[in-house]
């Protein structure tokens, strides 16, 4: 009966949904990734959680909050895991939109709050401190070498992915 009641009372509340832009088949549309991670952020564990939102034209369209597989030894290994699920998960939703041809020419843009990551992540090869990282992660060394997807530093209080690893104050969701 509450629902009756609700959907009764709530009869003309409509959502209604518009573009806001235009696309043209030509100008590629870009895929924004906001990724963070927390460092060893469960205390029995010591894995840390990784974080990604994917935004299309503003949007929301895919986010996730996960813990990683794998312990990672520093903020930036763990940042750099958060990146290589950002880039998985973002390829996915690229490859879905270029081949349902909805948008024929997209861009991904990684939004990183971690200057160690994104030195890891664009530079080819490791170094003696990287080595042991899996080559899942190395991968995207060559997306960005391909110019398949560009890495971005954003500050802190800007990255949309930092609530979904840690408790963030009032004042900075709003």
């Known amino acids: ?51 990604c939102v994917i935004e299309l034209l503003g949007c929301a369209v895919h986010a996730f909050s996960r813990t990683q597989g794998t312990i990672a030894t520093s903020s930036g290994e763990a ?18 939109l270029q081949e349902s041809q909805l948008l024929p020419k997209v861009s991904m843009l ?23 990282i899996q080559l899942r992660f190395l ?11 560009k890495i971005k530093k954003v500050g802190a209080k800007f990255n949309v992915a930092d609530i979904l690893t840690k408790v963030v104050s009032t004042t900075v969701l709003h």
């Open 79 to 96: 940042e750099l895991y958060a990146i290589g699920s950002g880039v998985s998960e973002g390829l996915g939703v690229m490859n879905f």
């Open 1 to 51: 009966r509450h629902l009756l009641r609700y959907l009764k009372g709530t009869l003309h509340y409509v959502l209604v949904l518009y573009a806001r832009v235009q696309l043209h088949r030509d100008v590629p549309v870009e895929l924004k990734i906001y990724v963070d991670s927390d460092w060893a952020g469960c205390r029995t564990t010591r894995k840390s959680t990784s974080g």
């Open 110 to 132: 990684i939004m990183t709050d971690s200057t160690s990551a994104k030195a890891i992540a664009t530079r080819m090869g490791v170094s003696k401190l990287t080595r042991h």
């Open 139 to 149: 991968y995207m060394q060559n997306l960005v070498a391909n110019s398949i997807i």
